[in-house]
């Protein structure tokens, strides 16, 4: 029946040939044998890419929305997802570094002369076209370092003079790395670069069919022994490749590929982003050129010339060394080749000890010092249109002659040209408002040139208000709705009013001159709107403009007030936020003093205050039977535990009894709110401590390899939500509510741990199968090997 | 002239090997298998999830659900309606309640608030939550990425 069907299909295909082809073909046997196997690994591990490459296909999604979670539902809810996920990530990198270990054998063998160049050809480019799978399938799961490594791959590739910027926007499909680079990729990763390798694999083992394994030129005096291709080098092809496999299944069990983070376009590129290693030799040597040009073209671009000339100069080998084995050129190129391994060799693992912590930060600098240098540029094209624009800004009106003489004045006093040139800045300026506004008297070129008719008082001339007046004086407008509604329908009016209510606006009322009065915070001239950076009532420069007064201590002793609270509020984790983190909406002087109507929050207003951004302690605190309890004594509420000015981030230290917390401030060791406060720090470092070892369990099972996102979500919504919350419930000054709250997280930890120990479970299941599929390898590679050594005695017996 | 396998070794050796090679393609072919056959959740939560079901709302008419790998807040408005929005603050990260008293999305860390169009509305939220879009089938409802 099997033997009708042979002839059945022989009669059809004559493929026949092909096993008459094989049955004759003889592989020498001499001590470099062991290399000639290096291409059937090869092969092997392409097979093992294209079938779980297509395997893959049932269930990825090429696109930007979609490429990181198909992959994270491949991991996780397709039935060996993880292992066919792992298999192609490490397949690949085997793929590519026996193809580089085939490539070298070949090369040092001399086994590209004559009549194998084309097989040699073939070969280069299929390693190009590995490389090219590589590259493109890095991008595929959209992962951060994947996105990066791409985004600086195809950078590189820019570089390239005349056509690189061409090249750049072909590679990504568009001028940055998108989605559509993404679909690209996946384009030439499942479609053309399969249909080209096949192609040419087809040939090349053609050719490797056609003239046989090269015999070395140092085994060439040697008597020549040879097995048979068929079974002989064929059994033992099958037990490398059943190694191989061992080794693939083995890696990922016990080594499976990270997914790690979905790729953020937004997000600033990881330190520790790089190729793959193939690419890290390439990689490490640009990141050393050192930046500059010759002739125009760029050092990099140079180093990227030159990598592609290697390229080149790979290909054209069996055309270089066409001479004996013991010429000049033959063993000139020898000494290229080690030079070249050793190179590549060298920096891939210097590459590799870059990312160790004692370099990462001089690799992080590296990065923010060329990032900086782009910066740099945006902020000189900025400045540059600035510098443009404000002419134009000052021209927005009609230069007055006051500002005409006054900007001249500058050589005779500062002090008179000083005005002039400020205003050209102002706010007011910018809105039309001139200086006759504010100062009366005559700006018309007329009287130009005429002082005293320009500064006439009969023409309502004055130099400046009395102190006292000032507040007045601005309020003439700002009070005006409308007049302000001209300029913004939506103006505070209110300022002045306010002002009068403050503790500066009462003093000023007294005739005290020395005072805050409008001027003090915004300036006289040039002033700026508050969302200007560089506007002393700007956020950020709220705390200098007070401290300008509040840090003087000689001035602040007139009033009987200490000269410390800006210096004290700088060390706080309000001024952290604001200064350092740039979180404009944290609290400096004004947002809990006022602005116009500034004035020390009263005692019993305090859990208002700052409850206007802690709202639910500060409603807590409210409910609390504290409330009164602090009114009664004349405690300030949230300031009795956290302070004011100098209010550092709460930690659960300030919880519980013994020194350093803010209960022992009150409350005597052993009396009933001490018990109750270490009841309360019990429940929530209990709390806490679950979290932590949850959270530990999980990153364990997550570095493992295991997807843990689902209950790593859930215990990171415990950490951010329930502890949070629960730390709050303090403000409730309610044991049992907080302790049930504690306990109630608690019990929702405990799911997510044992989420966890349910993925350290599988994971040693996993390796428990592992350990099933090794051990049946086991058996097969000896039974393999009964048999190889069985068919080559039987040969050799005749 | 080296010794050759008996018949009875021989034919061991081959047995081993034939049973060896079909329990290795077993061991290879079960995994591919099972990876044919489609879970029972049959797509990736990428740009739609079942957020939950009308039968089962919290009694306070809001609920956060996954999407994804960041949170979202599921919301019954006064009307009736179900609204879903991203459920992280704009402002630090915190995760997101709605304050039906308020009738208001509420951050808890720094009384941020944002209104039922997910606008922030007052606090220190910068920018608006993004919205997404609720489908809602029988008991299920759906959000997706509007």
């Known amino acids: ?798 | 002239m080296p010794e050759t396998l008996s018949g009875t070794r021989r034919r061991f050796v081959n047995w081993m090997l034939g049973t060896s090679a079909g329990a290795l393609f077993a061991a290879i072919g079960f995994p591919v298998a099972r990876f044919l056959m489609p879970p029972e959740v049959p797509e990736a939560a990428t740009s739609r999830v079942l957020a939950g079901k009308l039968s089962e709302m919290p009694s306070e008419g809001w609920k956060i659900f996954r999407f994804g790998n960041d949170a979202g807040i599921l919301i019954r408005t006064p009307d009736g309606e179900m609204r879903a929005f991203a459920a992280t603050c704009t402002h630090l990260s915190c995760t997101v309640q709605y304050r039906s008293d308020l009738e208001r999305i509420w951050c808890a860390c720094h009384n941020g608030e944002f209104d039922l169009n997910g606008q922030n509305a007052a606090g220190p939220p910068p920018r608006p939550l993004t919205r997404f879009d609720v489908n809602v089938s029988g008991d299920e409802i759906w959000v997706s990425k509007a």
């Open chain 1, 1 to 798: 029946m099997i033997r009708d069907l042979f002839s059945w299909l022989e009669e059809r295909t004559g493929l026949s040939i092909l096993a008459e082809a094989a049955r004759h073909k003889q592989v020498p046997v001499h001590r470099h044998t062991l290399w000639y196997y290096l291409g059937g690994i090869t092969l092997f591990f392409f097979v093992v890419q294209v079938s779980t490459g297509i395997l893959l296909m049932l269930y990825y999604r090429p696109s930007a929305d979609e490429a990181y979670e198909s992959v994270q539902f491949i991991m996780t809810q397709v039935s060996f997802g993880w292992l066919v996920r792992s298999i192609h990530s490490w397949s690949a990198n085997l793929m590519v570094g026996a193809a580089f270990i085939h490539l070298f054998s070949v090369f040092f063998l001399k086994a590209y002369r004559r009549p194998r160049e084309l097989t040699w050809l073939g070969g280069v480019i299929l390693l190009f076209l590995s490389l090219g799978f590589g590259f493109s399938g890095y991008l595929l799961p959209w992962n951060t370092l994947a996105y990066f490594a791409t985004k600086v791959g195809t950078d590189i590739a820019g570089t390239v003079p005349v056509v690189g910027e061409w090249m750049r926007t072909f590679l990504r499909g568009g001028h940055a790395v998108t989605g559509g680079t993404l679909s690209r990729f996946y384009g030439w990763h499942v479609a053309i670069l399969p249909a080209l390798a096949s192609a040419l694999l087809g040939f090349h083992l053609y050719l490797v069919q056609r003239h046989g394994m090269s015999l070395p030129p140092s085994e060439r005096e040697a008597p020549a022994r040879t097995m048979a291709f068929v079974p002989n080098f064929l059994l033992r092809d099958l037990f490398g490749w059943t190694v191989a496999l061992a080794v693939l299944a083995a890696l990922a069990a016990y080594a499976p590929w990270e997914l790690g983070s979905k790729a953020d376009q937004f997000a600033p590129a990881p330190a520790d982003i790089r190729p793959e290693w193939y690419f890290m030799f390439m990689f490490e040597t640009l990141k050393l050129v050192p930046g500059g040009e010759i002739l125009g073209v760029e050092y990099e671009a140079i180093a990227v010339m030159a990598f592609g000339a290697c390229g080149f100069a790979l290909l054209l080998v069996p055309f270089l060394d066409r001479g004996r084995d013991d010429a000049p050129v033959s063993r000139l190129l020898s000494a290229l080749g080690w030079a070249a391994l050793a190179y590549m060799a060298g920096m891939t693992a210097y590459g590799y000890r870059s990312i160790w912590p004692v370099v990462l930060p001089a690799a992080a600098v590296g990065m923010v010092l060329v990032m900086g240098r782009k910066r740099a540029s945006a902020a000189a094209v900025l400045l540059g249109c600035a510098l443009l624009a404000a002419p134009q800004a000052g021209a927005a009106g009609e230069e007055e002659s006051c500002v005409t003489c006054h900007k001249t004045l500058g050589e005779i006093s500062e002090d008179l040209a000083a005005p002039a040139l400020a205003w050209e800045k102002d706010a007011h300026a910018a809105k039309g408002i001139q200086c006759v506004s504010c100062h009366g008297g005559d700006p018309s070129r007329a009287v130009a040139q005429d002082a005293d008719k320009a500064m006439d008082p009969k023409k309502g001339f004055t130099i400046s208000p009395e102190i006292g007046k000032i507040p007045e004086f601005c309020g003439r407008c700002h009070g005006d709705a409308e007049f302000m509604k001209r300029f913004n329908p939506a103006a505070r009016v209110d300022q002045l009013q306010e002002y009068r209510t403050s503790v500066h606006g009462v003093q000023n009322a007294k005739g005290d001159e020395k005072v805050a009065t409008c001027v003090s915070c915004h300036g006289a001239h040039g002033i700026l709107t508050v969302s200007n950076p560089r506007s002393p009532v700007h956020a950020t420069r709220v705390p200098d403009t007070c401290g300008a007064c509040h840090g003087d201590a000689d001035l602040m002793k007139g009033y009987g007030l200490e000269a410390t609270a800006v210096s004290k509020w700088r060390a706080s984790a309000h001024a952290e936020a604001l200064l350092r983190k740039g979180d404009m909406s944290a609290p400096a002087c004004n947002d809990c003093h006022g602005n116009h109507g500034a004035v020390p929050p009263g005692v019993k207003s305090l859990a208002f205050v700052c409850g206007s951004c802690h709202g639910r302690e500060g409603l807590l605190f409210r409910e609390s039977f504290k409330k009164d309890l602090f009114n009664e004594i004349g405690a300030g509420e949230c300031v009795t535990c956290h302070g004011n000015h100098e209010i550092v981030h709460p930690t659960d230290r300030l919880i519980g009894t013994g020194p350093g917390t803010a209960c022992s401030q009150c409350h005597e060791p052993g009396d009933a709110c001490d018990q109750e406060s270490v009841r309360i720090r019990a429940a929530i470092d209990r709390y806490a401590k679950a979290i932590d070892e949850a959270g530990e369990l999980l990153h364990r099972a997550e570095i493992a390899g295991m997807e843990v996102s689902e209950p790593l979500f859930e215990l990171k919504k415990e950490g951010l939500g329930g502890l949070v919350e629960t730390r709050a419930l303090i403000h409730s000054f309610d044991t049992e509510r907080l302790v049930a709250r504690a306990e109630e997280g608690i019990e929702k930890v405990a799911r997510s741990r044992e989420a966890g120990e349910a993925a350290l479970a599988e994971l040693s299941y996993r390796r428990g199968g592992l350990a099933v599929s090794l051990v049946l390898i086991l058996v097969f590679l000896v039974a393999l090997y009964l048999k190889i050594k069985d068919v080559d005695r039987r040969q050799q017996a005749g």
